[in-house]
């Protein structure tokens, strides 16, 4: 089945002195993902941004199953980062605009690899700034299909990132279909979709919020590509 899923962190609102205590990152990291870290192949990576990579990845990877799996439960020990491959740029940038939008991960900037859950596999693309995290899954190792976008939002209470993102992700589908009469509607556990003309479409999209922060990817595949 064709699924996206996408997660982001606000930064700024991270507690990093909680984040270092083994009482929290043990329910998040797991002994391999430790190594990884104390191997030295996340560089100067400070440990709070590491636990919060790894927190987005898990989350994003959750969010692809979930279009399948209605009834999974979020649970970041039972999802295994198999490998971080830094980019070529690696040193980190403030986002510095509103909003961004693209398609696919230049490699130069990009931190990838390969999660696993359950025996199913997924491939990863995050993007850290001084201000944020964000990641998507794919299932595929190539993100050509996918489109994804990062925007501040002027309120963080939870109704204004609801509306926000939602705008957000139909404002970019309307311009990449716009002869597609397009609504955004949500499933009875809690998953967004796309319909045109109250017809469910077979477009997987995945929004996600932190505070001042809102983002989405959406995987275009088949017809729907242009």
């Keep these: ?7 982001i ?18 329910k998040v990291l797991t002994p391999s993902e430790l190594e990884i870290y104390r191997a030295g192949d996340c560089g100067s990576m400070p440990f709070e941004i590491f636990v919060w990579l790894a927190w987005s990845i898990k989350e994003a ?30 040193a980190i940038k403030n986002f510095g605009r509103l909003q961004y939008e693209t398609t696919s991960f230049p490699e130069e900037f990009a931190f990838q690899g390969i999660a696993s859950c359950g025996g199913a596999f ?23 299909n996918i489109w994804w ?6 309120c963080s209470d939870h109704q204004s990132q609801s509306a926000e993102v939602r705008s957000f992700l139909l404002k ?12 955004i509607a949500k499933t009875e556990a809690g998953r967004p979709v796309i319909l045109n003309e109250a017809k469910e479409m077979n477009l997987p999209v995945s929004i996600t919020h932190h505070y001042h922060f ?13």
């Design 149 to 154: 976008g990062i925007k501040i939002i002027e």
């Design 122 to 144: 997924f491939h990863f693309r995050s993007v850290i700034y001084q201000e944020l995290i964000h990641t998507v899954v794919n299932k595929d190792e190539a993100f050509g």
């Design 214 to 226: 809102v983002a989405y990817s959406f995987l275009l595949s088949g017809s729907y590509m242009v």
């Design 9 to 26: 962190i606000s930064l700024a609102h991270i507690n990093t002195l909680r984040t270092r205590e083994m009482r929290f990152y043990d």
């Design 61 to 90: 990877a959750f969010k692809y199953q979930s279009r399948s799996m209605a009834d999974i439960v979020f649970s970041p020990l039972k999802i295994h980062i198999q490998s971080i491959n830094y980019p070529q740029q690696n």
């Design 1 to 7: 089945m064709l699924s996206t899923g996408n997660d």
């Design 172 to 183: 970019k589908l309307q311009a990449v279909l716009p002869n597609q009469k397009l609504s």
